[in-house]
T-cell receptor, first 115, second 118 residues
Framework: AQKITQTQPGMFVQEKEAVTLDCTYD???????LFWYKQPSSGEMIFLIY??????QNATEGRYSLNFQKARKSANLVISASQLGDSAMYFC????????????FGGGTRVLVKP | KAGVTQTPRYLIKTRGQQVTLSCSPI?????VSWYQQTPGQGLQFLFE???????NKGNFPGRFSGRQFSNSRSEMNVSTLELGDSALYLC?????????????????FGEGSRLTVL
């Protein structure tokens, strides 16, 4: 079974600053994938970034980067140059080889960007 | 390219009734999965369909069921509604790009169907 833990229920960040959202995971699978999603108040889950367990380099997508530390089983999301539109819930999720497309989500972190 | 479309967006039902939610995936995507989101339990996987076959199922009672049609559109049904079924139901579609048995494709979500049970 897979488990995702997000220990920060909520946080404030100043506009234009960087913010790191923590995510730790647990799985017995050697082959797994890690995802980050953004959920604004509208409810839609927006894909941000993906990291495979065998990827040697940290994933980056524009202002988003994933700090993957396999030995520590952590997959923190870094958002650089925060914008007001970044205010939302952020979910870390994972899937494993045995789970196919099934995503296991963490509890989420609410980010509020202050002007 | 049209995104994932879920209907209806909002609905209110009473206990004991049944409800059917619809999801139209992105064109060409054959995998559709459903998730329930509640404040107490967070996001939980319901089931996944691929080419009209249920491929994976979460830990939900038999009142929750689903199906997928030949055009990949999917429906989920909840019978004998309970107050605890009030939730945001999210549908996700994927092209299922597998790498060594692991799906590495993005899952694209719809905006969800918000169900309130009174």
């Amino acid at each position: 079974a897979q488990k995702i833990t997000q220990t920060q229920p909520g946080m404030f960040v100043q506009e234009k600053e960087a913010v790191t959202l923590d995510c730790t995971y647990d799985t017995s699978d050697q082959s797994y994938g890690l995802f980050w999603y953004k959920q604004p108040s509208s409810g839609e889950m927006i894909f941000l970034i993906y990291q495979g367990s065998y990827d040697e380099q940290n994933a980056t997508e524009g202002r988003y980067s994933l700090n993957f530390q396999k030995a520590r089983k952590s997959a923190n999301l870094v958002i650089s140059a925060s914008q007001l539109g970044d205010s939302a819930m952020y979910f870390c999720a994972m899937t494993a080889k045995a789970a196919g497309n099934k995503l296991t989500f963490g509890g989420g972190t609410r980010v509020l960007v202050k002007p | 390219k049209a995104g994932v479309t879920q209907t209806p967006r909002y609905l209110i039902k009473t206990r004991g009734q049944q409800v059917t939610l619809s999801c139209s995936p992105i064109s060409g995507h054959r995998s559709v999965s459903w998730y329930q989101q509640t404040p107490g339990q967070g996001l939980q996987f319901l089931f996944e369909y691929f080419s009209e076959t249920q491929r994976n199922k979460g830990n939900f009672p038999g009142r929750f069921s689903g199906r997928q049609f030949s055009n990949s559109r999917s429906e989920m049904n909840v019978s004998t509604l309970e107050l605890g079924d009030s939730a945001l139901y999210l549908c996700a579609s994927s092209s299922y790009v597998a790498s060594g048995g692991l799906n590495t494709g993005e899952l694209f979500f719809g905006e969800g169907s918000r169900l309130t049970v009174l």
